[in-house]
């Protein structure tokens, strides 16, 4: 069975600063990995994934995560925030095999970025 | 189209009454689910409805009745729902793969008073 940790539930930072969201998985077989951000009283929107292929995958606001195989992690990272980014950020995996269409989510992380 | 839509936005339902919920997309996803969520908590699984047919039910209680009329429109059926039901009731479709990841619609914010 597949699971997913987020090691944070809350991250503060001050705008313009670096930031790093922790996410690793647990999983017997090869996996796809995503990242969704939600806003307050929204639905979540898929900020990026890694499917195969290159380990370092980027989205089109500045975010970009990196696929370890080897220590199970897929961290999300933005190198400068904006207050904008504050918003609750999900790390979430889908097993692969078969028409199994079931995505395990991580329990979120708060980014809560600060003036 | 590469929306999901999902209405109403806001549902207030008594414990005795009937409603629905719908989402519909026009993605041409043969995948669509509906999830639950709790404030501060991540989306939980419902159901999972692959070309049309319901392919997972995560042991969900009977008062929830899910619907696929078509390709393109999912239906929630709501009665008797306890007061602990309410939640964001997100409604998500994927293509035909399970790696492309899903796309959800907003959401219908649910209280049952």
């Known amino acids: 069975a597949q699971s997913v940790t987020q090691l944070d539930s809350q991250v503060p930072v001050f705008e313009e600063a670096p930031v790093e969201l922790r996410c690793n998985y647990s999983?017997?077989?090869?996996?796809?990995l995503f990242w969704y951000v939600q806003y307050p009283n929204q639905g979540l929107q898929l900020l990026l994934k890694?499917?195969?292929?290159?380990?370092l995958v980027e989205s089109i606001n500045g975010f970009e995560a990196e696929f370890n195989k080897s220590q199970t992690s897929f961290h999300l990272r933005k190198p400068s925030v904006h207050i904008s980014d504050t918003a609750e950020y999900f790390c979430a995996v889908s097993e692969g095999g078969g028409s199994n269409y079931k995505l395990t989510f991580g329990k979120g992380t708060l980014l809560t970025v600060n003036p | 189209d590469t929306e999901v839509t999902q209405t109403p936005k806001h549902l207030v339902m008594g414990m005795t009454n009937k409603k629905s919920l719908k989402c519909e997309q026009h993605?041409?996803?043969?995948?669509m689910y509906w999830y639950k969520q709790k404030a501060k908590k991540p989306p939980e699984l419902m159901f999972v409805y692959s070309y049309e047919k319901l392919s997972i039910n995560e042991s969900v209680p009977s008062r929830f009745s899910p619907e696929c009329p078509n390709s393109s429109l999912l239906n929630l059926h709501l009665h008797a729902l306890q007061p602990e039901d309410s939640a964001l009731y997100l409604c998500?479709?994927?293509?035909?793969?399970w790696g492309y990841g899903y796309t959800f619609g907003s959401g219908t914010r649910l209280t049952v008073v």
């Open positions: 890694y499917l195969s292929g290159s380990t």
């Open positions: 993605m041409g996803h043969r995948a």
């Open positions: 998500a479709s994927s293509q035909d793969s």
């Open positions: 999983s017997s077989v090869s996996v796809y």
